[in-house]
């Protein structure tokens, strides 16, 4: 080595001058901060996990420049509900990642491993596209305190539930979540759920409910869900809210006031929604009353042999598809997948009552409810929300957006468009097309509001110091293209997104990157790993 190239390498090294600046540089984006600030022109320097700078113009040099001009550069979004459990399957979630989540939290409804230690470093363990965290769940506490049955918890018990929260959280929750309309939530008194989340909000975790009841006694759940915020200190959210059944619809005007008045006195409730008008989970707990699942399984099926009780239960069942989750028609109950038949996927329950060789009357089709339950029941997708509810809701500005999707196997099935969609769909129809919202407002709906719930304090807006978690998108052509017909469709329009710092989808395709970090609750702490 010549004596000059010696003293310019150890020149280099003593600015700091040899190789780029950057790793990353985002020239020439719009930026929208996802603090709800008007966007405005600028450039994003990162360097490893961490946006270090954001400037009008960046001149010094990066590992890589990306030219974004005329895109919006926005924090990734963050989806406050998501049925993730897949994750280990697909790590690379492609169908969130492709339309800007960075982050997943999963543990919704009142369901999650009720240990969460081990779940959680065996998703430290996988490498990921995606950052993930969890809620810990009260129907689970209470399944394995409890059991599947109607009875209040005795006092050990109900202590012991509360030590599984609190153990939950120190393994790093972020909350409690609940699903008071599943069994064995349903079996849970407002007092019960009070205390557990009273739990929850001493270490700093929210309280997110899939609430008891969104159709005709949606109004009275909504009070339920503000009272135990209330009475338990702790931050409360109303989960993909909506309002199920015809004769429900127009009920958002009343539930948002409750909101609007429990937040004047000071209750923190919050609400998530995700864009569409059907919901979606099995038929067995959309389509059955609780009391005739309670117990378990072999105890519901005993019911159905009986002819008494079977009619009971069809009754009922041909009640709920005329009231509410079967939108008053068969036809607008469909099956999303079920594992005993494949060729089910897709069709609707008016159909299937015709291949049991029933004309499709609510009965019958209640009959065939019953039927798939027996054979090992299968997801529906029931179409049975108003669009006005829907947009009303989503005006709100104490709703943010969470798919309430899950990670499909591409193709497999026919899911609900929401784990496809649901960002790219605001963003497209209701901040374009409609003007509901505006585009600053949706961002900040699916990034910095999310991440101040959930106390994650490093991420969820464009700042320099925080984690490079971005979403490169075309404002102007972004869109969902998965449809309840076609759901296995990625959305358009993102050409990149940023995990940590690395490139995890462009030009169109995944990355072979797997930057996701698992994401703890406030009260985590980490202990040492045994040597
Ligand atoms: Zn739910």
Request: with cysteine; net charge neutral; glycine share 10%.
């Amino acid at each position: 080595m010549t004596r000059a190239r010696l003293v310019a390498i150890l020149f280099a090294a003593l600015t700091g001058a040899q190789g780029p600046s950057y790793d990353l540089l985002l020239r020439n984006g719009r930026i929208v901060d996802g603090a709800g600030n008007p966007g405005y022109q600028a450039d994003v320097a990162i360097r490893g996990d961490a946006i270090v700078r954001i400037a009008q113009s960046i001149p010094e040099r990066a590992r890589r420049v990306l030219d974004v001009r005329g895109q919006v550069v926005a924090p990734g979004f963050i989806d406050i509900h998501s049925h993730a459990g897949a994750i280990f399957d697909v790590p690379t979630a492609d169908n969130y990642i492709r339309q800007g989540v960075t982050t997943l939290i999963t543990g919704p409804d009142g369901g999650s491993p009720v240990r969460l230690a081990p779940f959680l470093a065996k998703l430290d363990a996988v490498p990921k596209s995606i950052n993930i965290g969890t809620f810990i769940g009260h129907g689970s506490i209470r399944s394995a305190v409890v059991g599947q049955v109607d009875r209040k918890p005795t006092a050990s018990e109900l202590n012991r539930m509360r030590t599984l929260v609190e153990q939950g959280m120190r393994d790093g929750a972020l909350g409690l979540s609940s699903g008071l309309f599943y069994v064995p939530g349903s079996f849970a008194s407002t007092d019960e759920v009070t205390e557990l989340a009273r739990v929850a909000g001493r270490f700093g975790g929210i309280y997110i409910s899939h609430m008891r009841d969104e159709a005709s006694r949606i109004v009275e759940s909504v009070n339920e869900t503000i009272a135990i915020g209330e009475a338990g200190s702790v931050p409360a959210q109303v989960t993909h809210h909506k309002v199920i059944g015809p004769g429900n619809w127009g009920k958002s005007i009343d539930t948002l006031r409750l909101i609007d008045e429990a937040r004047r006195r000071g209750v923190d409730v919050s609400i998530d929604q995700y864009p569409y008008t059907a919901s979606s989970t099995t038929i067995q707990a959309a389509l059955f009353p609780a009391w005739a699942q309670e117990g378990g399984r072999t105890r519901m099926l005993t019911r159905l042999e009986d002819p008494v009780t079977r009619a009971r239960i069809r009754t009922e069942s041909a009640d709920i598809i005329r009231e509410s989750r079967g939108g008053g028609d068969p036809t607008k109950v469909v099956i999303a997948g079920c594992n005993w038949d494949t060729s089910l996927a897709g069709k609707n329950l008016a159909e299937v009552t015709r291949l049991r060789g029933m004309e499709p009357t609510l009965e019958n089709a209640a009959e065939a409810a019953i039927w798939i339950v027996e054979r090992g029941n299968c997801a529906g997708i029931f179409h049975a929300i108003g669009e006005e509810d829907v947009e009303r809701i989503l005006q709100h500005p104490a709703t943010m957006i969470a798919s309430d999707g899950e990670i499909p196997i591409f193709g497999k099935a026919s899911p609900h468009p929401r784990s496809y969609g649901t960002f790219a769909r605001v963003l497209a129809v209701y901040v374009r097309e409609r003007n509901l919202i505006t585009l600053e407002d949706a961002v900040r709906k699916m990034t910095s509001f999310p991440a101040q719930r959930l106390h994650l304090l490093d991420r969820g807006v464009l700042e320099p110091g925080l984690k490079a978690d971005l979403a490169v998108f075309d404002p102007v052509h972004v869109r969902d293209a998965a449809t309840f017909e076609r759901p296995h469709q990625y959305a358009d329009g993102f050409s990149y997104v940023i995990v940590n710092g690395q490139l995890v989808f462009e030009g169109g395709a995944m990355t072979s990157a797997r930057p996701g970090k698992v994401v703890y609750g406030p009260a985590f702490t980490r202990v040492p790993a045994a040597k």
